[in-house]
């Protein structure tokens, strides 16, 4: 068991740019979720995923961000156009099938937009 | 919609120290309630939970206990030790099935 890893840990870019992270989920684990976690807060919910659907968004995901999980194993979140705003770090995690109350973090993305 | 308000910190304590630290919460339902633990430069830890009324979660010499009249699921630890500082996070979880996080609180242990 390797746990949740996300990559890149680190990534800073530009106002505007795009920019893309990656999560690998622990094996076997159907549902995958996306956090988001600014200085000193609690992280705030973004999305989640059962296998490959995407069964719900919050309303913090504005256009500009979209989520994948095309094979429901690894899922991807890409954010266009990156504002000042979007500085935070982007947390993953997984649960097994049947316990959502089990969700296993992984390290995170720290993303600085300049 | 749901909500989790928790003691700010720091929380500065001596080793052996008696620790609560206060959570409340607002939420439709019946939720699940949590503990999470982020220790330095590691990501978020589950540390104990509890899924009813009246459940006591305990692990690591923590525990916290769901209060569904006072809504409160306070944690609390008898004697720290340097190791447990960290950052303790308070969540709720319902059939939304994801979870509403506190602010943190930070734990500071010396010795």
């Known amino acids: 068991d390797t746990g949740v890893s996300q990559d890149p840990r680190h990534k800073i870019t530009k106002r505007g740019q795009n920019v893309t992270f990656r999560c690998d989920p622990i094996?076997?684990?159907?549902?995958l979720y996306w956090y988001r976690q600014t200085l000193g807060q609690g992280p705030e919910f973004l999305t989640y995923?059962?296998?490959?659907?995407?069964?719900?968004k919050s309303r913090l995901l504005s256009d500009r961000f979209s989520a994948e999980r095309p094979k429901g194993s690894f899922s991807t979140l890409e954010i266009q156009r990156t504002e000042q705003g979007d500085s935070a770090m982007y947390l993953c995690?997984?649960?097994?099938?049947?316990?959502?109350?089990?969700?296993?973090f992984g390290p995170g993305t720290r993303l600085t937009v300049l | 919609g749901n909500s989790v308000t928790q003691m700010e910190g720091p929380v500065t304590l001596s080793e052996e120290a008696f620790l609560t630290i206060n959570c409340t919460y607002t939420?439709?339902?019946?939720?699940?309630l949590f503990w999470y633990v982020q220790y330095p430069g590691e990501g978020l830890q589950l540390l104990l939970k509890?899924?009813?009324?009246?459940d006591k979660g305990s692990n690591k010499g923590f525990e916290a206990t769901y209060r569904k009249e006072t809504t409160s699921f306070h944690l609390e630890k008898g004697s720290v030790q340097v190791s447990d500082s960290a950052v303790y996070f308070c969540?709720?979880?319902?059939?939304?099935?994801?979870?509403?996080f506190g602010g943190g609180t930070r734990l500071m242990v010396k010795p």
């Open positions: 995690a997984s649960s097994p099938a049947g316990r959502w109350d089990e969700q296993f």
């Open positions: 094996s076997e684990h159907n549902r």
């Open positions: 995923f059962q296998n490959e659907a995407q069964l719900e």
């Open positions: 939420a439709t339902g019946y939720p699940s």
């Open positions: 509890a899924t009813k009324a009246d």
């Open positions: 969540a709720l979880g319902d059939a939304g099935n994801m979870l509403t």
